[in-house]
């Protein structure tokens, strides 16, 4: 019996010893979507079927547009209504107020489809085409509005950074457009841009620089680089610092302004100057004066 309860003690001990022992990676096992066949950036469309129910309250939004947009907006409005009809949400545009209002419906099925119909009002008020801003409603399709009216104070320096975004003919525009992937249209106080998420970072990355100094060329010319680096398997795991460009800023030479250096305060008057005519007279007379008397005689 002894021996019995030594040996039951013996183990209990090892028990509790295994316990103390922490080793890393102990929940590193296996995971069934842990396999890299899988997408995960892939987004399923959506099944109607997923919420059979529809919606429990009624979600809207609405936004301004300006009034140049207003004839333009009434002729395209049985367009963007048609669309979004599809998708089970309800749209009215009201020329009084200014404004277009979304709100889903009892129709609506899909939950985000309200968010997407927000992103279309928004991309019509920011002079962007009916026909392109539906394609908003696409689940692979995102959109940003970058404001850049207040990123700069000066309204010439403003205006001539903008005019550089876009580029003689609108050619660095296009060239934008063609290494993103994605949709830019320039307006205004902002840029409204439309595509996936890598490529609107990218935008955004160039157009903030571009109002901020840093000309749109060298975003160009690195991603020129990117995507021809990226056609070589070879160099896929691999730092491509090396083979980009590195821009150094160079500093101009501003004129250095002349400070006048400030006179010491009196508080009497400086004394009056002589005239033209003083000045031509006094030494006049001193002459007649130098010349002896008796010579007039």
Same mark, same amino acid.
């Given at each position: 019996m002894e021996s019995a309860e030594v040996n039951g003690g013996g183990e209990d001990a090892t028990l509790v010893g295994e316990k103390k022992k922490k080793h890393k990676g102990k929940h590193d096992k296996p995971k069934p979507w842990d396999d890299p066949s899988i997408d995960h950036?892939?987004?399923?469309?959506?099944? @109607?079927?997923?919420?059979?129910?529809? +919606?429990?309250? #009624?979600?809207s939004f609405s936004t301004l547009f300006p009034q140049?947009?207003? =004839?333009?907006?009434?002729? %395209?409005?049985?367009? #963007? =209504? $048609?669309?979004?009809?599809e998708s089970g949400v309800a749209c009215e545009l009201n020329l009084v107020e200014g404004s277009m209002t979304v709100s889903t419906t009892l129709k609506t099925r899909d939950p985000y489809v309200v968010v997407k119909a927000r992103d279309l009002i928004k991309?019509?008020?920011?002079? #962007?085409?009916? @026909?392109?801003? *539906?394609?908003?409603? /696409? /689940?692979? +399709?995102?959109?940003? *509005?970058?404001k850049i009216g207040s990123l700069i104070r000066n309204k010439e320096r403003f205006v001539k950074r903008r005019q550089r975004l876009l580029g003689p003919n609108n050619s660095t525009l296009k060239a934008m457009e063609l290494l993103t992937g994605c949709y830019v249209l320039v307006q205004g106080n902002t840029v409204?841009? +439309?595509?996936?998420? !890598?490529?609107l970072k990218q935008v955004r990355k160039i157009v903030e620089d571009c109002i901020h100094n840093i000309h749109p060329i060298y975003h160009i010319k690195t991603l020129m680089i990117k995507r021809e680096l990226a056609k070589n398997p070879e160099l896929a795991?691999?730092?491509?610092? $090396?083979?980009?460009? &590195?821009? !150094?800023?160079?500093?101009?030479?501003?004129?250095?302004?002349?400070?006048?250096? &400030? =006179? @010491?305060? %009196? @508080?009497?008057?400086?004394?009056?100057?002589?005239? =033209?005519?003083?000045?031509? #007279?006094?030494?006049?007379?001193?002459?007649?004066?130098?010349?002896?008397?008796?010579?007039?005689?």
């Open positions: 950036w892939k987004i399923d469309k959506f099944d @109607p079927s997923w919420n059979g129910g529809g +919606m429990l309250e #009624v979600s140049y947009r207003e =004839k333009y907006l009434q002729e %395209t409005w049985p367009i #963007v =209504k $048609r669309a979004l009809k991309l019509l008020s920011r002079s #962007v085409p009916a @026909p392109q801003a *539906i394609k908003i409603l /696409d /689940d692979e +399709m995102q959109c940003d *509005i970058i409204a841009a +439309m595509g996936s998420f !890598k490529g795991n691999e730092n491509w610092d $090396r083979f980009l460009p &590195k821009f !150094k800023k160079k500093n101009v030479k501003q004129k250095k302004v002349k400070v006048k250096e &400030k =006179k @010491p305060y %009196t @508080p009497f008057p400086p004394p009056q100057q002589p005239s =033209k005519v003083s000045q031509n #007279v006094i030494p006049l007379i001193s002459l007649i004066l130098e010349i002896p008397w008796f010579q007039f005689w």
